[in-house]
């Protein structure tokens, strides 16, 4: 059994050492445990103290892609480096590495594929109010889309199975948090949490800049979710309201033309068309929507055998060579 455990970084010289200092090299049932940091564009010198720390892989960017990009790109190499198991942490030590083997344990229990480190949001101080209810507010979203009973969806503490590596997605190009859980949970994969520990703040948020700017992407991130995993919902929704409001609007007209007032009312008249029209025409798009997310699981299906071909072919070259 072979864990990796990956961390993401952008110029992080001053903490991943502090983060390396605390990963394992050795847990009850896994054989080999290796480190991956993913160098996203780092302009400092994190690959230097990431290899001077003991890190076994690095996978680099020339430019700065976003954490999203990194967890794809790592979770890409673990599945080449033949990873059963692997660990996703932060390279500025927000989370307890001594809760990796809780983390990993329902994975090696045959248990769960994927699961997320829940962490105690009502009790860490350096989180704002705003930044609380916003992390309840998504982790609600995320419960509702996916059917999973994830307390803490933002958490970037998670252990992911070989096989659940192989059948999650990021589109997202802000954080891979979110959609991912989304996306085990409407696949059907095993998904838990288990409460994980926080240690002290030792650099502002990277993704929250400011709270305004958290509010607005974090609003963008929620409204994409509904869009892209519940389109059908999204679009029939917006379309029966547009239809109703038009038809509001139209018996508003009625009534007036009845009364012998109508014609100074012409414009209700054109705004109930046009609302009516586009009531039909969101309606129409919610049925193509539908009919285009069946064919994005199918494409997503066909996806998963060519990774997991390329896998164990690749798998079956490096036992053939080191015979």
């Known amino acids: 059994m072979k864990l990796i455990i990956q961390i993401p970084c952008y110029n992080e010289e001053k903490t991943l050492p502090t983060a390396l200092r605390e990963l394992p090299r050795r847990l009850?049932?896994?054989?080999?445990?290796?480190?991956?940091?993913?160098?996203?564009?780092?302009?400092?010198?994190?690959?230097?103290?990431?290899?001077?720390?003991?890190?076994?892989?690095?996978?680099?960017?020339?430019?700065?892609?976003?954490?999203?990009?990194?967890?794809?790109?790592?979770?890409?190499?673990?599945?080449?480096?033949?990873a059963d198991i692997i660990v996703n942490t932060d390279a500025d030590n927000?989370?307890?590495?001594g809760d990796i083997p809780k983390l990993i344990q329902p994975i090696l229990d045959g248990k769960a594929d994927y699961v997320i480190g829940a962490r105690p949001i009502a009790?860490?101080?350096?989180?704002?109010?705003?930044?609380?209810?916003?992390q309840k507010f998504g982790s609600y979203v995320v419960r509702r889309v996916s059917n999973t009973d994830i307390p803490?969806?933002?958490s970037g503490f998670r252990a992911i199975s070989r096989d659940a590596a192989m059948k999650l997605n990021v589109f997202?190009?802000?954080?891979?948090?979110?959609?991912?859980?989304?996306?085990?949970?409407?696949?059907?994969?095993?998904?838990?949490?288990?409460p994980v520990r926080v240690n002290e703040d030792l650099r502002p948020s990277r993704l929250v800049k400011s709270i305004p700017s958290y509010i607005k992407r974090s609003v963008i991130t929620i409204f994409r979710i509904f869009a892209v995993y519940e389109p059908f919902s999204f679009f029939i929704g917006i379309g029966v309201a547009l239809f109703l409001i038009g038809v509001g609007i139209g018996i508003r007209f009625l009534y007036y033309f009845i009364t012998g007032a109508g014609t100074g009312h012409i414009q209700s008249l054109i705004l109930a068309s046009i609302l009516i029209v586009m009531g039909f025409q969101s309606m129409l798009a919610a049925l193509i929507v539908d009919l285009m997310s069946v064919n994005r699981m199918l494409l997503e299906d066909i996806q998963y055998r060519l990774r997991k071909t390329a896998a164990d072919t690749g798998e079956k070259k490096k036992g053939a060579g080191k015979k």
């Open 172 to 194: 997202n190009a802000y954080t891979y948090t979110l959609e991912t859980i989304i996306q085990a949970g409407r696949k059907n994969m095993a998904i838990t949490w288990v």
């Open 152 to 154: 803490d969806a933002p």
């Open 28 to 82: 009850p049932g896994i054989d080999t445990i290796e480190w991956l940091v993913i160098d996203d564009g780092s302009t400092d010198r994190t690959v230097e103290v990431a290899k001077r720390h003991g890190v076994d892989h690095v996978v680099s960017f020339k430019k700065n892609r976003g954490l999203a990009e990194g967890f794809k790109a790592g979770m890409d190499a673990c599945i080449s480096l033949g």
């Open 123 to 134: 009790e860490i101080r350096h989180f704002s109010i705003i930044k609380k209810l916003l």
């Open 94 to 97: 927000q989370y307890n590495a």
